[in-house]
């Protein structure tokens, strides 16, 4: 069955009412983003005083456009948005966007109750009020007021918070990670968190669904839509120190709530809790990459001491262990190293380790039965050539036998200049799980554990 939000991602057909001829306006941007998409629908401009915008027909009334409207953008200020709802209801659209603030994020309660009471029998979806749209990477679509386009990539956003949803679009960008969705709720009058985890959990341009949150509207709703999710779902909860919680309740007027209580809830329904905006890009980039971990037990491999006891450490305060190699494995690394060291786990591969050193190490621990996920580790030393450890990377991530092979993800992370920088930039680009810090390397390696137990409940379940 079709799911009710499919037109509001792929409208054939779509108005910006409040569109608008002045180019410093909301209007003017909203309208010119549908315009510039790389995507094929029709477009109507409503405005009372002009008979063309950008090029387009103009018409005065929503109720003037003689087609029927799949989706309409709202960018009027917020006394006359309950007018141009019940256009709405009269042309019998299906979606619409209510970028206009001034809401109950303003205190004003009774504006949005009307609207409320006007969509209220209607079985339209209403995203907002107080919103910036969205960014729909995967079919080209920006119905959206924000500048600026988001790498396509697997990951649908869900954002509390206009204003770092848009930050986190140039996030993602610099950080290489390929959105699929970025989508603002704001006041939630209708369209809320588990509508859209339940759109995304089907969506198949969607891998991974990341959330910031403050407070949810209706807990056990959000909660039973993360458990029907077959997908991993990242959430960034925000407001969880008592000084958090003030800034929440002035921020969108809502209640952050207990952090224990959510933490314990978002666990429970198999959801994974990110510390910021950050760690989820690098939890997602991970999980639409490499395969989840079955287990808890990594295997290191550095060319620097230190590295490997700084993940070693990282690893086991977020729940990972770090055994100590099988006597199959040690023999078989044993034969790599130079014989001043003897391999342990972290396996030292030692400061001139070349790309095959690297590559034969991370092997031997894929093929051991107790590790399940490995990390390659590279730090910048004097004379180990930072090409030869980047190559290595490139070519065991990115080599699909590998994976099908031994269904074990593999991370990695570096410590170095700016030789180094330029390197991971390219493996990145690659969508190399690539990270400049042991702890956010192994938090990224619990996010691959935390779903791997999850798809074995799953499994358990027989789901
Ligand atoms: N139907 C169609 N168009 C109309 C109507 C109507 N009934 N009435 C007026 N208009 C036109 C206006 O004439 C104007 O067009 P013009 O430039 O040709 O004159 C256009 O609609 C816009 O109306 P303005 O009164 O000029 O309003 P303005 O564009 O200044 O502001 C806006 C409207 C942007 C919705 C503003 O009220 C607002 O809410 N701003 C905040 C938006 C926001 O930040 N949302 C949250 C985003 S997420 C985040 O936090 C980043």
């Known amino acids: 069955m079709t799911h009710r939000l499919e037109t509001f991602f792929k409208p054939k057909s779509i108005a910006v009412v409040g569109a608008s001829a002045n180019t410093t306006k909301i209007g003017n941007a909203t309208l010119k983003n549908i315009l510039i998409s790389d995507y094929d629908c029709e477009v109507y401009p409503i405005n009372p005083k002009e008979k063309q915008i950008l090029g387009e027909k103009c018409y005065k009334k929503l ?47 009774e504006l949005e109750d009307e609207l409320k009471s006007i969509i209220e029998k209607t079985d339209m979806n209403v995203l907002g009020p107080n919103v910036m749209g969205y960014k729909n990477s995967a079919d080209g679509l920006d119905a959206s007021f924000v500048y600026g386009k988001a790498r396509k990539g697997d990951l649908s956003l869900i954002s509390q918070s206009g204003a770092l949803g848009i930050g986190m679009i140039y996030l993602a960008n610099n950080e290489f990670v390929g959105i699929s969705k970025i989508i603002g709720v704001g006041n939630k009058l209708d369209i809320d968190d588990d509508d859209l985890i339940d759109y995304f959990a089907q969506d198949p341009d969607t891998k991974v669904i990341g959330l910031y949150i403050e407070a949810v509207k209706d807990g056990r709703k959000f909660m039973n839509s993360i458990k029907r999710c077959k997908k991993p779902v990242l959430v960034v909860k925000a407001g969880i120190s008592e000084a958090g919680a003030r800034a929440t309740a002035s921020h969108t007027g809502s209640m952050a709530g207990s952090d224990k209580i959510y933490g314990a809830a978002i666990k429970q329904a198999g959801g994974i809790r990110c510390r910021d905006v950050v760690e989820l890009f690098d939890m997602a980039r991970a999980l639409a990459g490499q395969p989840p971990a079955r287990g808890n037990r990594i295997g290191i491999v550095t060319n620097g001491g230190g590295l490997g006891i700084l993940l070693t450490d990282a690893c086991v305060e977020n729940g990972l262990t770090v055994p100590k190699l099988s006597k199959t494995t040690y023999k078989k690394i044993d034969k790599i190293l130079p014989d001043l060291i003897k391999p342990n786990n972290p396996v030292d591969i030692v400061g001139d380790a070349g790309f095959y050193r690297y590559e034969a190490a991370t092997r031997a621990l894929l093929e051991d039965s107790n590790i399940d996920g490995v990390i390659v580790a590279s730090v910048h030393g004097g004379y180990a050539r930072p090409q030869e450890f980047t190559g290595a990377i490139l070519k065991m991530i990115r080599e699909r036998k590998l994976h099908e092979e031994y269904k074990k993800p593999i991370l990695a992370t570096w410590v170095g200049g700016k030789e180094f920088e330029d390197l991971v930039w390219d493996l990145k680009s690659a969508g190399v799980p690539i990270y400049p810090s042991a702890w956010r390397t192994a938090r990224s390696m619990m996010g691959l554990y935390l779903e791997g137990q999850r798809l074995k409940r799953e499994k358990k379940k027989g789901n």
């Open 63 to 109: 109720t003037d456009v003689p087609n029927d409207i799949d989706l309409v953008l709202v960018s009027v200020p917020a006394k006359i948005v309950p007018q141009i709802m019940r256009d709405c209801v009269q042309k019998k659209v299906k979606n619409v966007i209510i970028i206009s603030s001034g809401f109950s994020e303003a205190g004003n309660h």
